[in-house]
């Protein structure tokens, strides 16, 4: 196993300036949820190139399988995401987005990029491990109902069925070298609330002829959060926020409704559920206490992401052998989401992070802003680990 390690070490040097080429061609040429036909198809060419036989999924979706020796005997399955965001880009680089308004701001071209990198050497190698690695390059992770739970309802974990799957994400407050793991729960959930408060508009000046909805609204905001203060377990990560209100009144003007949006996140399907449910009886029973009533739609987001902890045990073990332990580091968590949630609520997952922060070169934007970039060495880092990663699953 040693001489694998090594073997994946050099082709990963080797191929680190082809996916950097890659990862500026994507960065330069993205494309939104649901529409990366562009995307698809260099992906689809290049994974071809390396005499693999990609099928297409979810329209924009592709998936492959490398066979080393023995396929049959075990399967896992790794995954990229193709998508970029509705964000102008700042960056004064020669890989500059050239589709004004659309960037790879979350560095789904580094996901996809080193995804492409790991496919070409594990192919090279196949003859050197036993069992088979399904490549799974989705479409969609940034817009509902989000591209993974598409491809999971099109049979991706199926035909064959892999025992697990790994997965990786740029992560801009870690060097570039490094990466970082968690077992168990790591992200959450992720719902959107639209609540339209009704009452009765009129001149402000006679607030008794009215039924404010402006002042239910005030109320209601405030009330809405116990519903994590005094109804969810401290033991379980619980986030609500509103960051939008509509109110198209005046200084002298009640309107006749208000428009609220916010978002619901946690760590617990089944106490997702249930605040569901007290966040709707909450809200309809205080508009009509005060005289008004409301209108409540929950949208469904993406589920909780847990980290197998036996899997993930491997996988740090893994990467602090490829890397070395100092280059490997715990998480906390992390109340953002992601539609890799999907993945671990069906098989046994591991998503961990990759560090692509490089502070000497001023590389430290986050993701989802305009000025987000890596340094580039975190490829070679990208590459070769999940390829490591990836045999060594085979072989647990």
């Known amino acids: 196993m040693t001489s694998l390690l090594q073997s994946i070490k050099q082709l990963a040097a080797t191929y680190t300036p082809d996916t950097v080429a890659v990862r500026r061609h994507l960065h330069a040429n993205p494309e939104l949820s649901f529409e990366e036909h562009n ?21 924009t979706g592709l998936v492959t399988i490398i066979e ?43 996901h996809t990029s080193s995804l492409l990198g790991t496919a070409r050497i594990l192919q090279e190698l196949r003859h050197e491990f036993e ?16 591209g993974a739970s598409i491809m999971i309802k099109e049979g991706v974990l199926q035909n064959p069925s892999p025992e697990s799957i790994v997965g990786q994400h740029v992560f801009p407050l870690l060097p570039a070298g490094k990466v970082g793991f968690r077992p168990g729960m790591y992200m959450a959930s992720a719902d959107e609330i ?12 006679i607030p008794e002829m009215n039924i404010d909805p402006v002042l239910i609204t005030s109320h209601l905001i405030v009330a809405l959060q116990q519903i994590v ?21 005046a200084t002298n003007v009640i309107p006749n409704e208000v428009k609220l949006e916010g978002t619901f996140r946690t760590m617990d399907e ?49 990467a602090e052998l490829y890397l070395g332990a100092e280059n490997v580091v715990n998480l906390d968590l992390w109340m953002g989401a992601e539609d890799f949630a999907y ?13 692509t922060r490089n502070e000497e070169r001023g590389i430290t934007s986050s993701v989802h802003t305009p000025m987000f970039d890596i340094d580039e060495t975190a490829l070679e880092t990208g590459i070769g680990l999940m390829a490591w990663l990836a045999v060594q699953e085979l072989n647990a």
């Not at 069992?131 to 989000?146: A, D, N, R, W």
Request: charged share 25%.
């Open 39 to 59: 995307t698809a198809a260099y992906v689809e060419a290049t994974l071809k190139s390396y005499g693999l036989n990609p099928v297409r999924m979810a329209n």
């Open 68 to 110: 080393g020796r023995n396929p049959e005997k075990k399967t896992i399955a790794l995954r990229a995401d193709l998508d970029a965001l509705p964000i102008t880009e700042q960056n004064e680089v020669d890989y500059r987005s050239k589709n004004e308004g659309v960037m790879h701001a979350c560095g789904h071209d580094v």
């Open 131 to 146: 069992g088979s690695i399904k490549l799974i390059f989705q479409p969609g992770e940034e817009k509902f109902p989000g």
């Open 194 to 205: 639209y609540i339209t408060v009704k009452g009765k508009g009129g001149h402000a000046a």
């Open 229 to 249: 203060s005094r109804h969810a377990s401290p033991k379980i990560p619980t986030v609500l926020s509103f960051g939008k209100i509509e109110a198209k009144g």
């Open 270 to 318: 089944g106490w997702r559920r249930e605040a569901h449910k007290r966040i709707k009886k909450l809200a309809e029973g205080l508009c009509e206490s005060m005289g008004g009533s409301c209108e409540i739609d929950i949208k469904d987001g993406y589920p909780f992401l847990k980290n197998d902890p036996a899997l993930t045990a491997r996988a740090i073990e893994a």
């Open 343 to 355: 993945y671990s609520q069906e098989v046994p997952a591991c998503f961990y992070r990759l560090g």
